[in-house]
């Protein structure tokens, strides 16, 4: 193996108590935006921005010379820089890489102070950031560089909309640190500053002090929904002498495989020992908090086991202590493999220890277990069994005397349960729909064109005008057929809200309500006479979610980094929740088992929103049908996409990135192992202009009840080709 190496001069910071900065030379900005909406900007820009001899600013940094920088609703280039100058003449240059927009709180009232107070004013404009993928995951990001200060310290003031301020949560990062959490007061400003030290006591403001090298990097963002962060910032020249936070030497072991790191340091610090094999992700779990060396100016670390022994290169990074212990969050195991993923990485010698794990069948019946390894992913472990688990069964998992690298035993829960998946081949034909807003369904069944009933774009239509091609649709008395012999399960609520279920016979009403279809509709017409058995859909799909992050699978984030996403996850809970039920839920297939025959995937509109994601999209779906087909233990496990071809012909820049990459995963040439097994359907030619259709709604088909028909049976018509029919 490679002599790991270290990665130099990336900054971890600690927020520490405020220095005095009387008479020191202060380089201040005041970020605003007026509001859109119908409050004339002559009205607002007054209590919003600060005259240059108004002095404004938190303790000792209230100083005047204040500059005001008004927010663009899209992000500045590197060429637009702008220029800062000091209280005394200093200048340094500012650069805006990203911000989802700024603006006034407009808070009802607008404040508690006087109108025309300095501090008041810099405290009512901010800049939003949020890294919802649904708003955009726009965040505020700059870069500040020509500091002519030796070592200097910063303060951002922080601030967020009334609307949308959330639970006042949210992240900040300096230099390329690991995030820090902090949380804002509530409310509009009352005249207090309070200074933000802890995640959990809220405050108003950041400090960070002795930078050096005369610039700096920063990104500050509300966590979710929450559209938040600064109202200006300042940079001072530091009063102390404060040593750069950087290595100075990394040492590696071939014959024990441990590690020894020192680095340059100051008295009084902690510090958490983050580490990369892709430079991409930083993991924390090295050690929680590591105390500066108080006698000197170096600190050494170690020796400490490799944390991912078969990477080729490792980088190492310093930043706030990490407090948070290890947990057990996730069990799944199918056929002879138990997977078990932990939040952290944990220590090799006792993750790989068969020993340290038990595996117990529901009723009391141990399962031996031959061999525990690392994952593809450092924070996961594989078990695997001496045979094969029980079909349709439930098992629980144990975990002892398993740590993370720096030791901590794992916090919560140290056992999980999970259920296998039953294959019956006599039993109930499974085949799971899954995606966005698109699978959920905006199709209008009876409405049509300016409201009509009836009208072109509704299903309906097409019933009416094309009886050769829809009329199969309805009886003799028009009225749509059920079908009995397919079934839909449609859990349409949100993660962690209540279980609202929609359930039964095939009809045109398991879109997003029952007066819409999704691609269901026509995906069970097309596969039902295949199978003498039933057939079961199962929907698992949520509007405004992106395979990128909301849908980013385990292999996914061990190959690019990243985390699996929370609706990755949810997907597979939800089809957990309808095939473990399936008596239950549908109580005339009791005794029938089940068999998982097939997986659908239509989605894609979030992520066509940037050339990064949309250039991502191919071999992010490539990862997902193998873990997917991982996960239900099914490795040819038949796969239909029905691309995202919104806009017809005319699609064009991401957006043809990401349909064609859809397109790509079923070409055999580029992907030999899902030849005959995946199919993707070209959709463009199912676009209908909003002229002919229910709504001028490009991101749902013009709500176009026959495209969604069509996009359906295009992909049941694939599928019966992979399966054989």
């Not at 200097?152 to 003031?157: A, E, L, R």
């Not at 796969?639 to 064009?652: L, V």
């Amino acid at each position: 193996m490679e002599k790991p190496k270290m990665l130099q001069n990336l900054v971890g910071l600690s927020i520490i108590t405020l220095a005095a900065h009387a008479g020191a030379e202060m380089i201040s900005v005041n970020f605003w935006r007026t509001g859109a909406g119908t409050v004339p900007r002559a009205t607002w820009q007054p209590l919003l921005t600060l005259n240059s001899n108004e002095a404004a600013g938190a303790g000792d940094w209230l100083t005047t010379g204040w500059q005001n920088y008004e927010l663009p609703w899209a992000p500045s280039r590197p060429q637009n820089a702008v220029t800062l100058t000091g209280n005394e003449g200093s200048t340094a240059t500012f650069v805006l890489n990203d911000v989802r927009n700024g603006g006034p709180y407009l808070w009802n009232p607008p404040r508690t102070t006087m109108v025309g107070d300095a501090n008041a004013n810099m405290m009512d404009g901010h800049a939003n950031s949020t890294d919802d993928p649904g708003d955009g995951s726009n965040i505020f990001d700059i870069e500040v560089t020509d500091i002519p200060f030796e070592t200097f310290d910063v303060i951002f003031y922080l601030g967020a909309n009334q609307a949308q301020f959330g639970d006042g949560t949210g992240k900040a990062s300096i230099n390329g640190a690991p995030p820090s959490d902090f949380t804002l007061l509530s409310g509009a400003f009352n005249g207090t500053f309070t200074q933000i030290t802890d995640p959990e006591t809220p405050g108003n403001y950041l400090v960070y002090k002795g930078l050096g090298g005369g610039s700096f990097t920063a990104r500050i963002w509300g966590n979710g929904f929450n559209h938040m962060g600064p109202t200006g910032m300042q940079i001072v020249e530091s009063d102390e002498a404060r040593q750069p936070l950087e290595f100075s030497d990394v040492s590696y072991f071939d014959e024990t495989g441990e590690i020894i790191l020192t680095w340059k340091s100051n008295p009084g610090e902690f510090y958490g020992v983050y580490w990369s094999d892709d430079l991409i992700n930083f993991k924390p779990g090295i050690n929680a908090a590591v105390p500066a060396n108080p006698d000197g100016p170096l600190t050494t670390f170690g020796p400490f086991p490799n944390p991912s022994p078969n990477s080729e290169r490792l980088f190492f990074r310093l930043g706030p202590a990490d407090l948070s212990d290890p947990t057990l969050d996730r069990v799944w195991g199918n056929g002879t493999t138990v997977n078990l993923d932990f939040s952290e990485a944990m220590q090799v010698a006792a993750a790989t220890d068969p020993a340290n794990f038990t595996v117990t069948q529901d009723g009391g019946t141990t399962v031996a277990i031959t061999e525990a390894a690392i994952g593809v992913k450092p924070d996961t472990i594989v078990l695997t069994t001496a045979t094969p688990l029980a079909l349709d069964s439930d098992f629980s998992v144990s975990v002892n005397n398993v740590t993370d690298l720096a030791g901590r035993p794992v916090t919560g829960p140290d056992f999980a349960t999970f259920r296998t998946w039953d294959d019956n081949p006599n039993g109930v034909k499974v085949f799971i729909l899954a995606g966005q807003s698109n699978m959920q369904g905006h199709g209008r069944n009876e409405e049509g064109n300016g409201g009509v009933p009836g009208g072109v774009g509704s299903l309906r239509y097409q019933v009416t005008n094309d009886p050769d091609t829809y009329g199969k649709l309805v009886d003799d008395q028009n009225n749509w057929i059920a079908r009995d012999d397919v079934k839909v399960f449609y859990r349409r609520s949100d993660l962690n809200t209540g279980r609202t279920i929609k359930k039964g016979d095939l009809l045109p009403e398991f879109g997003v309500d029952d007066a819409r279809i999704g691609p269901e509709f026509g995906f069970g017409w097309a596969i039902a006479d295949s199978f003498d058995e039933p057939v079961l859909i199962v929907k698992t799909c949520w509007g405004g979610k992106s395979l990128y992050a909301d849908f980013r699978s385990p292999e996914a984030v061990a190959k690019r980094g990243g985390e699996v996403g929370d609706y990755y996850v949810g997907m597979i809970e939800y089809i957990h929740d309808a095939l473990d039920n399936l008596a239950t839920e549908f109580p005339e297939w009791d005794g029938l088992g089940y068999q998982i025959a097939g997986f659908g995937w239509h989605q894609g509109w979030n992520d066509g929103g940037t050339d990064f994601t949309a250039s991502q999209y191919e071999a992010n779906l490539a990862d997902f049908i193998t873990d997917i087909r991982a996960e239900l233990g099914k490795p040819t496990l038949p796969f239909a996409i029905a691309n995202t071809g919104i806009g017809g012909a005319s699609a064009s820049g991401n957006r043809l990135t990401m349909l064609e990459g859809q397109l790509a995963v079923a070409d055999p040439a580029l992907y030999p192992e899902f030849a005959g097994n995946v199919f993707a359907a070209d959709t463009r030619e199912f676009w209908r202009e909003s002229s002919v259709s229910p709504r001028d709604q490009g991101f749902h088909w013009n709500q176009n009840g026959e495209t969604y028909y069509l996009i359906g049976e295009a992909m049941g018509k694939g599928m019966k080709t992979l399966i054989g029919e």
